[in-house]
């Protein structure tokens, strides 16, 4: 598996066995993610899609770290402005099938006695369906703007475009 890997993964949280907190057990995930072995924060980055989840809002934003070496992340899970949960886990490609998972665990951050595991799979891109990617590049000032002395930001999106 090559050191940056950027895509679409679904997959489930699932609450711990031993916890008994009355919420449904499994969440069902949908991600775009980008793993980017950088020392820039956040090497690791992306956003959820929530179609029928009621605790969250339809999106989140994620960002953290990604070690390219040991293929190890961290990510923090964003939802309306709030924190909301954890993810320590490792990216392994199955050579025989081509298949990239994301599998560790998770911790709420609202709720520090819910946590569990985290399984995900990188649904392929098909150019009839989606295309994932990493879009870098620059923000510049329009020239009638130049003197506000507006920075030059640079750009790094993760972006699934579904057709």
């Not at 069902?28 to 989840?53: E, I, M, Q, V």
Request: net charge neutral; aromatic share 10%; proline share 4%.
């Amino acid at each position: 598996m090559s050191n940056y890997c950027t895509g679409t993964f679904i997959g489930q949280r699932v609450i711990d066995s031993s916890i008994s907190v009355g919420v449904d057990q499994k969440h069902s995930l949908k991600f775009t993610l980008s793993f980017t072995p950088t020392k820039r924060y956040p090497s690791a980055f992306g956003a959820g899609l929530y179609c029928s989840d009621t605790i969250l809002s339809s999106s989140s934003i994620l960002h953290g770290t990604y070690n390219g070496v040991t293929q190890e992340a961290s990510l923090i899970e964003m939802a309306n402005g709030t924190a909301m949960f954890e993810y320590q886990c490792k990216l392994t490609a199955d050579k025989t099938t081509s298949m990239t998972y994301l599998h560790g665990t998770w911790k709420s951050l609202i709720n520090s006695n819910i946590f569990g595991k985290v399984v995900m799979i990188s649904e392929p891109d098909k150019a009839s369906n989606s295309l994932s990617g990493i879009w870098t590049g620059q923000s510049e000032p329009a020239a009638e703007l130049a003197d506000f002395l507006i920075p030059i930001n640079p750009i790094r999106w993760c972006a699934t475009l579904f057709r």
